[in-house]
């Protein structure tokens, strides 16, 4: 999957996203950590990225696609932030040395579609975590894919940017394709511009991501829902997770 023309509206699909809920949930439980080393996988454009480096912590972007990069890197230097930034794939994540936390929020880990790609993940985090580091990330869940997404349409009327979004079953139990269609407005043609886009996300039960990252070497510190710290219900939506490297 490559975001190309989607990195330039990324931030507009997302202006009403509750990154500081994200914060609070990552801050809660990484105060207690001896150091102050993130690394944010997955970061996009930088929003969250750029709000852990605002409230003191030393982080690290990194993230497959080399437009959201330089969106990131274009916003944390008008912002006054240096921040190193990374592309890399989070399947295979290499070199970077290794952190007290690591983070993949904003349900990015739900874009791999195999399970051997969230177990590779899982492995490749746990290799750039010092010992007692936290991997903390949410995903969505089993009831949102299958109550809120599927057969479900989102649209947005806006003079910069519109949007379709429909959303259907996927080819595999926890899938979900994500139909885009955008209308960007042009300044130099004064014309709107039609583009499309296809994205495909999968979720798994919290037991099953509990067992790969036990695999993997890590333990379940928490295991909560919806930016809370209580335990998921039957109809949450985004599930979170907090393990510790042993």
Same mark, same amino acid.
């Given at each position: 999957?490559?975001?190309?023309?989607? *990195?330039?509206?990324?931030?507009?699909?997302?202006?009403?996203?509750?990154? +500081?809920?994200?914060?609070?949930?990552?801050?809660?439980?990484?105060?207690? #950590? %001896?150091?102050?080393?993130? #690394?944010? &996988?997955?970061?996009?454009?930088? +929003?969250?990225?750029?709000?852990?480096?605002?409230?003191?912590?030393?982080?690290?972007?990194?993230?497959?696609? +080399?437009?959201?990069?330089?969106?990131?890197?274009?916003?944390?230097?008008? @912002?006054?932030?240096?921040?190193?930034?990374?592309?890399? !794939?989070?399947?295979?994540?290499?070199?970077?040395?290794?952190?007290?936390?690591?983070?993949?929020?904003? !349900?990015?880990?739900?874009?791999?579609?195999?399970?051997?790609? &969230?177990?590779?993940?899982?492995? $490749?985090?746990?290799? $750039?975590?010092?010992?007692?580091?936290?991997?903390?990330? !949410?995903?969505?869940?089993?009831?949102?894919?299958?109550?809120?997404?599927?057969?479900?349409?989102?649209?947005?009327?806006?003079? /910069?940017?519109?949007?379709?979004?429909?959303?259907? =079953?996927? =080819?595999?139990?926890?899938?979900?394709?994500?139909? #885009?269609?955008?209308?960007?407005?042009?300044? *130099?043609?004064?014309?709107? /511009? @039609?583009?499309?886009?296809?994205?495909?996300?999968?979720?798994?039960? %919290?037991?099953?991501?509990?067992?790969?990252? /036990?695999? *993997?070497?890590?333990?379940?510190?928490?295991?909560?829902? !919806?930016?809370?710290?209580? %335990? %998921?219900?039957? =109809?949450?939506?985004?599930?979170?997770?907090?393990?510790?490297?042993?």
């Amino acid at each position: 999957m490559t975001y190309e023309r989607f *990195a330039y509206v990324y931030d507009f699909l997302m202006q009403d996203v509750p990154y +500081e809920r994200w914060l609070a949930f990552f801050e809660r439980h990484a105060k207690s #950590l %001896p150091g102050k080393k993130v #690394l944010d &996988v997955a970061c996009g454009t930088g +929003e969250f990225t750029w709000r852990l480096k605002e409230t003191g912590w030393d982080v690290t972007g990194v993230d497959l696609s +080399e437009d959201m990069l330089m969106v990131a890197q274009q916003k944390a230097a008008e @912002r006054g932030k240096k921040i190193p930034w990374f592309q890399q !794939d989070m399947r295979m994540l290499e070199g970077l040395g290794t952190f007290d936390a690591v983070t993949i929020f904003c !349900d990015s880990l739900n874009y791999l579609l195999k399970e051997e790609e &969230v177990k590779d993940t899982f492995r $490749h985090v746990y290799d $750039h975590l010092q010992a007692g580091g936290l991997f903390l990330f !949410d995903v969505h869940s089993l009831y949102k894919m299958e109550h809120i997404f599927k057969d479900g349409t989102f649209t947005s009327v806006d003079e /910069e940017v519109s949007y379709i979004w429909n959303c259907f =079953d996927g =080819d595999a139990e926890g899938m979900v394709e994500h139909e #885009l269609t955008f209308f960007a407005f042009d300044q *130099a043609s004064g014309q709107y /511009e @039609r583009f499309d886009e296809l994205h495909y996300q999968r979720t798994y039960a %919290p037991e099953q991501y509990a067992d790969w990252l /036990e695999q *993997a070497g890590f333990e379940i510190v928490r295991l909560a829902a !919806d930016f809370t710290d209580n %335990p %998921p219900q039957q =109809d949450s939506q985004r599930i979170f997770f907090v393990a510790r490297k042993g």
